[in-house]
């Protein structure tokens, strides 16, 4: 069975500082890979995906996210946060060789950007 | 263009009774799956529709049913609900059978007394 781990469970920063939100999943078949965003108050939105191809992806605001296949990994970054980014950011994951579209979240990283 | 649409957008219900929720999918969008998510939770998967049918279905007891219509909208349903239900509710939509992009719908809360 697929699992995500997201280790940090709230990370506060300031303005402009760099941001990265660690995800691992475990799973040994092929993956597609999603970083969602819950804003305050408002609904689940995709910030980015993996699908295949470059392992480097770039999704809105700014986000991008890294697969490195032999760490399990999909790491979201941003270089500069900014107060708007506050937020709650689940990573997901899904079997693709199992056919089905189920996707297994992480329990979510609360992040705070002080201004 | 319509995104995803659940109603209602709360509900409060006790313990034994039974609640029904609905979907409504993104345009263009024929698979919706539910996700229940608790409070300091990710979501987790209980189910998922395509063309009428439940196609997947997550570690969720048989209380928890659903139907997919021919317009493509869905309902969930939770019998003998227990405080344990209490929970954000999620819809999410996508097209076709196979692995694509799944888009979330603002959630039915959902507290059992």
């Known amino acids: 069975a697929q699992s995500v781990s997201q280790h940090n469970h709230h990370v506060i920063l300031s303005e402009a500082a760099s941001l990265e939100l660690g995800c691992n999943y475990s799973?040994?078949?092929?993956?597609?890979l999603f970083w969602y965003v819950q804003y305050p108050g408002q609904h689940l939105q995709l910030l980015l995906k993996?699908?295949?191809?470059?392992?480097l992806v770039k999704g809105i605001k700014g986000f991008e996210a890294e697969f490195i296949k032999s760490k399990f990994s999909f790491n979201l970054r941003k270089p500069s946060v900014q107060w708007s980014d506050t937020a709650e950011y689940f990573c997901?994951?899904?079997?693709?060789?199992?056919?089905?579209?189920?996707?297994?979240f992480g329990t979510g990283t609360r992040l705070l950007v002080s201004p | 263009d319509a995104g995803v649409t659940q109603s209602p957008t709360h509900l409060i219900k006790t313990r034994g009774q039974q609640v029904t929720l609905r979907c409504s999918p993104k345009s263009g969008h024929d698979t919706v799956s539910w996700y229940q998510q608790a409070l300091g939770q990710g979501p987790q998967f209980i189910f998922q529709y395509y063309e009428e049918e439940e196609r997947q279905r997550g570690n969720f007891p048989d209380r928890f049913s659903g139907h997919q219509y021919p317009n493509y909208s869905s309902e969930l349903n939770v019998n003998a609900l227990l405080l344990g239900d209490s929970a954000l509710y999620l819809c999410?939509?996508?097209?076709?059978?196979?692995?694509?992009?799944?888009?979330f719908g603002p959630g039915t809360r959902l507290l059992v007394l």
């Open positions: 999410a939509s996508s097209f076709g059978r196979y692995q694509e992009t799944q888009y």
């Open positions: 993996y699908f295949s191809g470059d392992p």
């Open positions: 799973y040994g078949g092929t993956v597609n």
């Open positions: 997901a994951v899904n079997a693709v060789d199992t056919g089905f579209q189920k996707l297994v």
